[in-house]
């Protein structure tokens, strides 16, 4: 189970990341003014879209590679990842936070950072780790 706190850690530890309040007022971390992953409790229209099935606690907004990528998650883990049709034809992700497990965040939130990273950076990134 992980907590804002998690995502808070796992972000800042990357490279050249800025945590910042969005517009609406909720918590963003960006790479070089890149957003890359973000706070994003659900609204009156997702509500209605996913009905009985509106998940309850925090929920993250994650960039994802592309929507192939997207559409795999949302296959292989259906009780942490999931969409509303604001998403729909855009690489994102939504994420109960409740139910990723802290190792799998690490993983989600870095390839996120690499995919909207600068290359250079992101290389550097990568051959240190």
Do not use: N
């Not at 998690?6 to 972000?11: F, G, L, N, S, T």
């Not at 070089?32 to 879209?49: G, N, Q, T, V």
């Not at 929920?59 to 990528?69: E, F, P, S, T």
Request: charged share 30%; net charge negative.
């Amino acid at each position: 189970m992980a907590e804002w706190e998690d995502v808070r850690r796992i972000a800042m530890a990357l490279p050249s990341v800025e945590e910042s309040t969005s517009g609406y007022g909720h918590i963003q971390w960006r790479v070089k003014d890149r957003s890359f992953i973000w706070e994003r409790p659900l609204r009156k229209a997702d509500y209605e879209a996913l009905g009985s099935s509106a998940p309850d606690g925090p929920i993250l907004g994650v960039r994802v590679a592309d929507v192939g990528v997207k559409e795999a998650l949302l296959a292989e883990d259906p009780a942490v990842y999931f969409t509303t049709p604001h998403f729909d034809g855009y690489p994102a992700i939504l994420v109960r936070l409740a139910e990723i497990s802290v190792p799998e965040l690490d993983e989600l939130v870095t390839e996120a950072w690499l995919d909207r990273a600068p290359k250079r950076l992101a290389k550097e990134y990568l051959a240190e780790h």
